[in-house]
């Protein structure tokens, strides 16, 4: 069974993607006028990012129906990018497709009531608008497992995911929290293939992926398969924080953490 798009979901990606593709390197224009003056061509197709059922490209069983057949999980692209997507699942990862869509309603957005010609306003002097980075979680990569410190439970949780600065400045991250206390919290952007140890830096438009390990005392309201949802927080420089809503963390009892010393981050 498939998890489609309403047809209203379908007309708002269209609409917020301009009616153009969001891949970086098409921007084809989706829709255009027929001969007949009383019709529309549209070529366009709202492409599911996790796949709508089961055996398709980059399915997560971790995902609910809804949450497959929401607006979230779509993407708009012409008919040509659609195809090409789903017949390389690995070059066109899910965290890859977000940045895609993130990025074309960014740049729809810098369009609107503006000329084609002008360039994305970023504030006078050293302001920075609250949106100066787009964050998005890699689900299957994010874990938690249980340990102990001092003889007592804790959690360890792993959040893994990619992050593009799309304000135009650099940017750097200064801190992740979560709603439960932390105890522990490190983080690491991998830029440009090297480890860019703190502080963590994003030039302009650059993306990178960002790993977040948590310690936290045990938590009680897990799901019956061991999951457990939160929300994640990033935060700049200039006190912006980016929050991502609930975030999701598998168990995994085998995983491995090191054991850092919990004194300071």
Not at 88 to 99: K, P, T
Not at 243 to 255: R, Y
Request: charged fraction near 20%; glycine fraction near 6%; aromatic fraction near 6%.
């Amino acid at each position: 069974m498939r998890d489609d798009f309403a047809q209203a979901i379908k007309n708002t990606l269209a609409a917020r993607a301009g009616h153009r593709c969001s891949n970086p390197d098409c921007h084809a224009a989706t829709s255009g006028p027929q001969a007949d003056e009383h019709r529309a061509v549209n070529l366009g197709v709202a492409a599911h990012i996790v796949a709508a059922a089961q055996g398709g490209p980059r399915f997560d069983p971790t995902l609910r129906a809804e949450e497959r057949a929401s607006i979230i999980n779509g993407i708009w692209l012409c008919q040509n990018c659609a195809h090409e997507i789903d017949a390389d699942e690995r070059r066109y990862s899910v965290a890859r497709l977000y940045h895609w869509k993130l990025g074309a309603e960014h740049a729809a957005h810098e369009d609107i009531g503006r000329p084609r010609t002008s360039a994305p306003a970023v504030g006078p002097g050293n302001a920075v608008p609250q949106e100066t980075i787009r964050v998005v979680q890699q689900k299957k990569e994010s874990r938690w497992s249980n340990g102990s410190s001092g003889n007592k439970p804790i959690m360890f949780l792993y959040f893994a995911g990619s992050i593009t600065e799309i304000a135009g400045k650099q940017v750097r991250m200064v801190a992740a929290e979560i709603p439960s206390p932390a105890q522990q919290a490190e983080m690491v952007l991998i830029c440009n293939d090297h480890n860019c140890q703190r502080p963590q830096f994003l030039r302009p438009h650059e993306t990178a992926d960002v790993f977040v390990t948590f310690i936290i005392p045990p938590v009680s309201n897990l799901e019956a398969d061991g999951t457990w949802r939160s929300n994640v927080t990033l935060i700049d420089q200039f006190g912006n924080r980016h929050e991502l809503v609930d975030c999701v963390f598998q168990s995994d009892p085998m995983a491995r953490f090191s054991r850092r010393s919990t004194t300071g981050s």
